[in-house]
């Protein structure tokens, strides 16, 4: 099995891609959160 090299600009360009891709991920996750917070609370209140 090879194992592949990657340059010190690989490893930083991958590292803020896996960067960017949690915080759009997390921003989902409370996105969604907030939402069904919303639903059950305007849903009870009617």
Known sequence: MDVVKLT???????RNRNVAL?????????????ITIV???SG???
């Open 39 to 41: 639903k059950f609370t």
């Open 44 to 46: 009870h209140m009617g």
């Open 22 to 34: 949690g915080l759009v991920l997390g921003g989902l996750v409370v996105l969604f959160y907030a």
């Open 8 to 14: 010190e600009a690989q490893r930083k360009s991958r």
